[in-house]
């Protein structure tokens, strides 16, 4: 069984900062692609930023200079780092990791439980 614990999320003024994070335990053979997606009010989950392996990164314009993804492999995390947070940020952001059970086996996706930003203007 694998867990995804988010934390990091929380209220901030237009302009401020934030940093996420997303530890993965359990029965993880090895990780995959790590990424961030969210979901605001009304409308569909969408992708942030995902990074992965080798650390390679992919960024939804919307977020493109203000946010940054990372990864510490060996504590299995992915973070992101939101600087100039816009009204528009507002959301629950939500961790996604693929990530292999065992070796021969096909690549699985888990979810965390999501946390909630919210910026104010």
């Known amino acids: 069984q694998v867990q995804l614990v988010e934390s990091g999320g929380g209220l901030v003024q237009a302009g401020g900062s934030l940093r996420l994070s997303c530890a993965a335990s359990?029965?993880?053979?090895?990780?995959?692609?790590m990424g961030w997606y969210r979901q605001a009010p009304g409308k569909q989950r969408e992708l942030v930023a995902t990074?992965?392996?080798?650390?390679?990164?992919n960024y939804a314009d919307s977020v493109k200079g203000r946010f940054t993804i990372s990864r510490d492999n060996a504590k299995n995390t992915v973070y992101l780092q939101m600087n100039s947070l816009k009204p528009e940020d507002t959301a629950v952001y939500y961790c996604?990791?693929?990530?292999?059970?065992?070796?021969?086996?096909?690549?699985?996706?888990?979810w965390g439980q999501g946390t909630q930003v919210t910026v104010s203007s």
């Open positions: 990074i992965s392996r080798g650390g390679s990164t």
């Open positions: 359990g029965s993880i053979f090895s990780i995959n692609t």
């Open positions: 996604n990791i693929r990530l292999l059970i065992a070796a021969m086996t096909p690549p699985l996706d888990y």
